[in-house]
């Protein structure tokens, strides 16, 4: 009797200390999240940076348009930066304006295999130290990046993008500046978010906790012309998680990207965690993919280009030394779908700025739109008009609404558009459809109608300043919602316009994979960091959301980690002594 009741005083003596180790170790496993780390560090707090004044007499106006005059006047020169050291070859290349392709703003010049081969091995090398640096200390880096950003090299950052990519002063700050700085505060956020997401259970006398290690091995980031902040945040997520990259920059955004490079190394970057490549497309994915290090893609461009690198990963699988993580956001060919319900202002407003801002070029922009016949009678020349008025010039002027397209080819390719659309009888244009490559690629605002639902205006990306309407009977509303959903393979952007709650809720449903950033009485573009994460599905990429927590736990390879805090005193169970 008295071994018994000593045996459960002991019992339940030691159950309770174990359980109040066990509140304890709750407690702490929250703070004690990030790897290499203070528990106690907190970052300041993010918000969404303020766009610039350029009101008249402004003084970011002034700097920026003396940036701007300094730029054209001395372009910039452009290396190759591998491990910190700056390389050039005899492969030399030119970043053209586009509203005026006679000058340039940037020189440049391409790696060779050899360099790009060279690129990863100061990725792999610098690689371990970077990823067991303390994460405060990481995010400082991306930290002062976007203070920096958005004081010192605020206006030429600005300069670099109007130039460049002929951006209107509103559009480059929107871009450049405003979303590139939160990129970089929102990842810090996103990062300290995913750190603190720690086990919450713990057996008795056990400890468990995660550590989100930097993957194995090197990342390929890919840029697109379109956005400097995509540039800067392709590469600058993955880095921030602890990787080292290898960063092919877009040719026809390379002043921009350049700018955005070294803001980084002055903000403290280790040399090597980010190596700067410009280099043939086709080149430079043929040497990555062949590499049994490659870790993970980080890309923003065309689907075909996607689809390539994602064929070459495959058809290479089992040469890597582990899974390569793809993470892409690619084509779109966005809607607008309008209810008889709808504000009529409000759309024709929306569609003005999504289609023709930055001349169609965002991966957002709106190429297709369903009118029905009641709502199309009301606002067809409002329509008409605003596409007819908009101020087309340069970028450097700042009454221009939008600017030249970004290249030759471009322009040729939305032009091949606009003579199909001449020809079809199925199409009228009612808007615009003049191009003009004399000075620079200009391609005016372009409101085409056609009668056809399945014309491949509507299914096809253009990436230009190009919106077809399909006007469609208003008791026809279920079968156009089909049309919308099964007209294009993209899954990008899409907006509804509708003021009835009901049939709002019911079209969300229908038109539920068509897009991952969906508007409702909105235009499809204009995304905001940290408010409406960004991607699509479908043909249109990946969907994992730049920045977003998801995005953020992509660059990382979780490691489980289970301590057991006292001895293991036996290898048997209690039954088996009965």
Same mark, same amino acid.
């Given at each position: 009797g008295i071994n018994a009741e000593y045996g459960q005083h002991y019992y339940i003596t030691n159950n309770l200390r174990l359980n109040m180790m066990?509140? %304890?170790?709750?407690?702490?496993?929250?703070? @004690?999240?990030?790897?290499m780390s203070n528990p106690a560090v907190q970052i300041p707090f993010v918000g969404n940076e303020p766009f610039s004044n350029f009101m008249p007499g402004s003084k970011h106006l002034a700097e920026t348009m003396e940036e701007v005059e300094k730029l054209r006047n001395n372009p910039m020169e452009v290396p190759i930066v591998i491990g910190g050291k700056e390389i050039w070859t005899d492969d030399v290349q030119h970043q053209k304006i586009p509203h005026d392709h006679h000058n340039h703003v940037a020189k440049f010049c391409y790696a060779d295999q050899s360099q790009i081969k060279d690129a990863i091995e100061s990725c792999l090398a610098a690689r371990a130290k970077w990823e067991l640096t303390p994460w405060e200390h990481r995010a400082a880096v991306f930290l002062k990046a976007a203070d920096l950003l958005a004081g010192k090299y605020r206006a030429k950052i600005l300069a670099t993008t109007m130039l460049g990519q002929s951006k209107t002063l509103q559009q480059a700050d929107i871009d450049a500046v405003a979303e590139t700085i939160d990129f970089y505060r929102f990842a810090v956020q996103y990062g300290e978010d995913l750190y603190k997401m720690q086990p919450t259970h713990h057996s008795p006398g056990i400890w468990n906790r995660v550590e989100w290690r930097g993957l194995e091995? #090197?990342? &390929? &980031?890919?840029? =697109? #012309?379109? #956005? $400097?902040?995509?540039?800067?945040?392709? +590469?600058? $997520?993955? /880095?921030?998680?602890?990787?080292?990259?290898? #960063?092919?920059? @877009?040719? $026809?955004?390379?002043?921009?990207?350049?700018?955005? %490079?070294?803001?980084?190394?002055?903000?403290?970057?280790?040399?090597?965690?980010?190596? %700067?490549? =410009?280099?043939?497309? =086709?080149? %430079?994915?043929?040497t990555i993919l062949a590499n049994p290090h490659l870790a993970g893609i980080s890309f923003t461009g065309s689907s075909p280009t996607f689809r390539a690198l994602w064929k070459g990963v495959g058809e290479n699988i089992e040469n890597y030394r582990t899974y390569p993580r793809l993470v892409g956001e690619t084509g779109g060919k966005n809607y607008h779908l309008v209810h008889p319900s709808a504000d009529l202002d409000s759309v024709v407003n929306g569609t003005l700025l999504s289609s023709f801002e930055y001349s169609g070029q965002k991966c957002s /922009? @709106?190429?297709?739109?369903?009118?029905? /016949?009641?709502? +199309? /009678?009301?606002?067809?020349?409002?329509?008409?008009?605003g596409a007819s008025n908009l101020v087309i010039g340069s970028a450097e002027e700042t009454k221009t609404f939008t600017s030249a397209v970004i290249d030759a080819r471009s322009f040729s390719k939305i032009q091949s558009y606009l003579d199909y659309a001449k020809e079809d009888p199925t199409c009228e244009i009612l808007a615009g459809g003049e191009c003009d490559d004399s000075v620079g690629y200009y391609v005016r605002p372009t409101v085409i109608q056609t009668t056809d639902p399945h014309n491949k205006l509507l299914s096809e990306e253009i990436f230009g300043p190009v919106v077809t309407v399909y006007v469609f009977d208003d008791d026809k509303w279920d079968e156009t919602v089909k049309l919308v959903d099964s007209t294009s393979p993209y899954g990008l952007t899409g907006s509804i316009f509708c003021r009835d709650r009901n049939i709002l809720d019911e079209t969300h449903k229908a038109l539920r994979h068509t897009a991952g950033n969906i508007y409702f009485n909105d235009k499809s573009t204009g995304s905001v960091v940290g408010q409406q994460p960004f991607g699509g599905s479908r043909a249109s990429g990946t969907n994992d959301k730049a920045v977003s927590l998801n995005l953020i736990s992509k660059w990382t390879s979780p490691q489980a980690i289970k301590e057991t805090l006292v001895p293991l005193s036996s290898h048997s169970y209690p039954y088996m002594e009965q």
């Open positions: 066990h509140q %304890f170790i709750r407690r702490s496993a929250v703070q @004690c999240a990030r790897s091995g #090197f990342i &390929a &980031a890919i840029a =697109p #012309f379109n #956005f $400097t902040a995509i540039g800067g945040q392709l +590469w600058g $997520t993955p /880095a921030l998680m602890g990787n080292s990259v290898v #960063f092919k920059p @877009c040719d $026809t955004a390379m002043a921009g990207a350049y700018v955005l %490079f070294q803001l980084l190394q002055e903000a403290g970057l280790p040399d090597g965690v980010c190596n %700067f490549v =410009p280099a043939d497309g =086709p080149l %430079f994915g043929e /922009a @709106c190429s297709r739109m369903y009118v029905p /016949a009641s709502a +199309w /009678a009301q606002m067809k020349d409002k329509l008409v008009e």
